[in-house]
């Protein structure tokens, strides 16, 4: 599990980040707010601790821009804060309504954290993505086309669900592969045309009826999902 530690205090970075690999997390750490965004479009992590008094971005700013790109509602994070008025009305503009006040015990944090992680892990397994008449079951690995269910593999139902939070965006075969495999894997690129090949097949079978078009092949960069036909 990976935790994303966003703060341009250094001294808070190394010492949040010795504590929590303590721990037996993994870390990963930014001193620029926007660097960490550019960073976790492509690679979220499982949770954040963010702090509020950034340059540039403040924390509230931060989040919201990072559930935007990540195309979420809410992230699981918590905020480092000393919760002046204006903070706090940030804070609750979230809906996640979890802080910890300056100065903080690491245990209490740590707690803190946890128990958000736990909220979205028990709500993940009903967690269901809809997005014009696709569906997404997470709990099943299960996709609806206009009605019809589908039935997916794991791998193709993560392949399938990392296409379609982002809609237009071009994956390459290789950022593919990070989400459908884990990196020892013996494999290569083309496994993930395979995958595509039999998500379409799976599609047109479920509704014959429908010219499915929406998975779009960019020769030489990669796969994306078109929300609109082409």
């Known amino acids: 599990m990976i935790i994303s530690i966003i703060d341009d205090n250094t001294s808070i970075l190394t010492s949040l980040s010795l504590q929590f690999q303590s721990k037996g997390y993994k870390t990963i750490t930014f001193a620029d707010p926007e660097k960490a965004l550019l960073y976790h479009e492509d690679k979220p992590a499982d949770a954040y601790v963010i702090d509020m008094r950034m340059p540039r971005l403040s924390g509230f700013e931060f989040y919201r821009n990072l559930c935007a790109i990540l195309n979420k509602d809410k992230v699981p994070a918590l905020f480092l804060t000393a ?126 009826d429908i010219h499915f078009n929406r998975i779009k092949t960019s020769y030489g960069s990669g796969y994306s999902w078109q929300p609109q036909s082409a």
Request: aromatic share 10%; charged share 35%.
């Open 83 to 208: 919760v002046d008025n204006l903070e706090e009305r940030a804070l609750k503009d979230t809906t996640i309504g979890d802080y910890i006040l300056k100065p903080y015990s690491f245990n209490i944090l740590l707690a803190r954290l946890e128990k958000v992680m736990s909220y979205f892990e028990k709500h993940k397994k009903n967690q269901v993505f809809q997005l014009g008449n696709l569906e997404l079951i997470e709990e099943q690995i299960l996709c609806r086309w206009f009605g019809e269910s589908i039935e997916l593999t794991k791998t193709e139902f993560a392949l399938l669900r990392q296409l379609v939070k982002r809609p237009r965006v071009i994956y390459s075969r290789n950022q593919l592969l990070d989400v459908c495999y884990s990196h020892d894997a013996a494999i290569t690129d083309r496994n993930i045309d395979s995958h595509i090949k039999r998500l379409r097949k799976k599609f047109r079978k479920a509704r014959p």
